[in-house]
């Protein structure tokens, strides 16, 4: 009798599939529309620490910081993601310095592109 009811059990326990079941909405991928779309901003960063900002030439410093008052003026939700690829023989100086003027704008979220893709965030603070 016990040997009955134990191969009773084994029989309705569901074989292990290794998966998760989930709706996905059927409007755009992932539910995602067009207007949902997050722009991606790309900066390059010569070896000489010359900043090209989606094909634009940056030339000076004060360029840099308007684009990056433009951005902290958009607001924290609807920032694009900025994507920097620092080229081969960049100084880490002229690195740290983009990454301290986009900190310093309160830049939502910053992807550094090189060997592996690194992403920083940066929080709202809380007042």
């Known amino acids: 009798m016990l040997l009955v009811v134990v ?3 084994i029989m309705a326990i569901r074989a292990p599939l290794h998966s998760v079941d989930f709706d996905i909405p059927g409007d755009g991928c992932l ?3 067009g207007a949902d779309a997050v722009r991606v901003d790309t900066v390059t960063i010569d070896g000489d620490g010359l900043v090209v900002w989606n094909g634009e030439i940056l030339t000076s410093r004060e360029a840099l910081e308007s684009r990056m008052l433009a951005i902290d003026a958009l607001g924290f939700d609807d920032q ?3 994507r920097v690829e620092p080229r ?3 100084s880490y100086g002229a690195f740290l310095a983009f990454m301290a003027t ?3 704008h309160r830049v939502g979220t910053v992807r550094m592109i090189g060997d592996g893709a690194v992403e920083m965030r940066v929080l709202p603070a809380a007042i």
């Open 102 to 104: 986009a900190q310093r």
């Open 88 to 90: 081969e023989g960049v």
């Open 7 to 9: 191969t009773l059990w």
């Open 80 to 82: 694009p993601v900025i």
């Open 31 to 33: 539910g995602f529309s």
